[in-house]
T-cell receptor
Framework: GEDVEQSLFLSVREGDSSVINCTYT??????LYWYKQEPGAGLQLLTY?????DMKQDQRLTVLLNKKDKHLSLRIADTQTGDSAIYFC???????????FGAGTQVVVTP | NAGVTQTPKFQVLKTGQSMTLQCAQD?????MSWYRQDPGMGLRLIHY???????DQGEVPNGYNVSRSTTEDFPLRLLSAAPSQTSVYFC??????????????FGPGTRLTVL
């Protein structure tokens, strides 16, 4: 089964906050990542968090990490229509740098 | 900089045909990777390279070959296409191995259908 799990779909109203959740399995992962994929495009790194941090804020994005529960979340404040995309959580579980991706959460922003 | 480019954008093959998906980057990155993306499964690593002349297998290498004769190019070859290889293929490159703070840059993808 998947090592990284995410819910598949999130609908949010424009202006509200979005919260995308992810659980991972490998406690040795040094970094955890959030990628964004817009329709017809490749993945774009949004942000990452080092495993010894609890929180990282970057403009409208807030990443929370609960290492005990192996839970990662991405909060997008004041969600805009341009935030409609698929969001992938990823971990780096071993030393040779393979990224393990979740299945992606499709975020749909409605007016 | 063009970044990471992939050709073709779309391809339809018949079972048993062979083809090469092209990937090139102009950022002088040492590390390049190929992923496939299937619905509900995220991205899975097919092959990767840590520099010219060096390649290794990822999570799902069967049915695919790669080579890295130059820093810029990392083609992916399908030897005998099967319907199970219908997918979207992404090439990525980075300064360091994935898993650090360096960004992996992804190409726009090649959508492959095998009939």
């Amino acid at each position: 089964g998947e090592d990284v799990e995410q819910s598949l779909f999130l609908s949010v109203r424009e202006g509200d906050s979005s919260v995308i959740n992810c659980t991972y399995t490998d406690s040795s992962s040094t970094y955890l990542y959030w990628y964004k994929q817009e329709p017809g495009a490749g993945l774009q790194l949004l942000t990452y968090i080092f495993s010894n941090m609890d929180m990282k804020q970057d403009q409208r994005l807030t990443v929370l990490l609960n290492k005990k529960d192996k839970h990662l979340s991405l909060r997008i404040a004041d969600t805009q229509t341009g935030d409609s995309a698929i969001y992938f959580c990823a971990e780096s579980p071993n030393s040779w740098g393979k990224l393990q991706f979740g299945a992606g959460t499709q975020v749909v922003v409605t007016p | 900089n063009a970044g990471v480019t992939q050709t073709p954008k779309f391809q339809v093959l018949k079972t048993g045909q062979s083809m090469t998906l092209q990937c090139a980057q102009d950022m002088n990155h040492e590390y390049m990777s190929w992923y496939r993306q299937d619905p509900g499964m995220g991205l899975r690593l097919i092959h990767y390279s840590v520099g010219a002349g060096i390649t290794d297998q990822g999570e799902v290498p069967n049915g695919y070959n790669v080579s890295r004769s130059t820093t810029e190019d990392f083609p992916l070859r399908l030897l005998s296409a099967a319907p199970s290889q219908t997918s979207v293929y992404f090439c990525a490159s980075s300064n360091t191995l994935a898993g650090g703070t360096d960004t992996q840059y992804f190409g726009p993808g090649t959508r492959l259908t095998v009939l």
